[in-house]
């Protein structure tokens, strides 16, 4: 299975170009969407070359969840840690976003390796500000000072929809209302949930997350809104603890939660391709078969020359009745 990369691809080749063409200074207009509704807006001009303007629009966040400034949590804190002096927070973001930061690639690492590390970095801003509430929590559970124990925290992570971290002591167990659109999409995804929790209990995965799925809401939802319990694929529940979370496997598995239902989706939307690739091969088999059993009687009256019959007038049947006599 394939995971999804935490920097956007294209972000980061912008970013790229920029640091290794400063002397060029092209004006610079960028516009695109990625996964989940995350749109982005990078903006340069000649006059300043050192200077990028990045734009981040969010999901539209459903009721049970809560923003600050347009901001999950945690975010403004955690861009000032992830990008010191290169990143300025402007206040208020451009109009239609949540986000933006002024650059100033000026004042980037001398270093190449670190320079490449710190742009990757400013490429993943999508999992800096929306993971930021989840590896508070998650942070907490390291040192053990986890709050609000069995309080369900809501998390936007796509539009109009969220997820739920249940904090306890000595674990968080991480629940995904699962929603697809179209039927089909909701079979297969149901199919392959219970799949991957099967997959979770092989002898090569001990140390992995204990996952469960299940048609109806878990306990820990109780308290939730009723609209967040309706879920047509189930709900998958991931119980993180302490082991999953210490030193750098923090930022693999915010980002591994953060983007789930994407993970599935994309799955999903590649088993149809295959399938549909898979039945198209298979009825060229059955028309090549089909050809190749009928009869050779058909082939030879296919092949056969056609006749032809010539309508003649009254005067040409005079002309050779004529000829005939006469003969």
Not at 285 to 311: G, T, V, W
Request: overall charge positive; proline content about 7%.
């Amino acid at each position: 299975m394939i995971l999804l990369q935490s920097p956007s691809r294209y972000l980061l080749q912008i970013l790229s170009n920029r640091v290794q063409n400063f002397e060029k200074g092209v004006e610079l207009d960028c516009q695109w969407v990625e996964f989940d509704d995350i749109r982005y807006h990078i903006q340069g001009s000649v006059k300043n070359p050192n200077v990028l303007l990045l734009s981040v629009s969010l999901p539209i966040p459903p009721p049970e969840t809560v923003l600050f400034g347009g901001l999950p949590l945690g975010a403004l804190e955690a861009i000032k840690a992830a990008y010191g002096v290169v990143a300025q927070i402007l206040d208020p973001p451009r109009d239609g976003f949540n986000l933006t930061l002024k650059l100033n690639l000026a004042k980037l690492p001398s270093d190449e390796e670190h320079k490449h590390a710190l742009l990757t970095k400013i490429a993943s801003v999508r999992e800096v500000v929306m993971g930021a509430p989840l590896r508070a929590v998650l942070k907490q559970l390291v040192t053990r000072t986890v709050s609000d124990l069995g309080k369900p925290v809501a998390l936007v992570h796509r539009p109009n929809e969220s997820f739920f971290l249940v904090p306890q002591a000595d674990k968080v167990t991480v629940i995904f209302p699962m929603r697809f659109n179209d039927s089909i999409d909701t079979v297969l995804a149901t199919s392959f949930l219970q799949e991957f929790v099967e997959a979770r209990r092989t002898a090569g995965l001990n140390n992995a997350p204990p996952c469960l799925w299940s048609p109806s809401p878990p306990q820990e939802l109780k308290e939730a809104f009723t609209e967040t319990l309706s879920a047509n694929a189930g709900f998958v529940s991931f119980v993180i603890f302490p082991r999953h979370v210490e030193g750098r496997k923090l930022d693999r598995t915010v980002w591994n939660l953060s983007t789930f239902h994407a993970y599935v989706n994309y799955h999903v939307k590649c088993s149809e391709c295959f399938m549909h690739t898979r039945m198209r091969r298979q009825v060229e088999s059955l028309i090549q078969a089909l050809d190749r059993a009928k009869p050779d009687s058909e082939k030879a009256k296919r092949n056969s020359p056609s006749r032809s019959f010539k309508r003649m007038s009254l005067k040409d049947g005079n002309n050779s009745f004529g000829s005939r006599s006469w003969k």
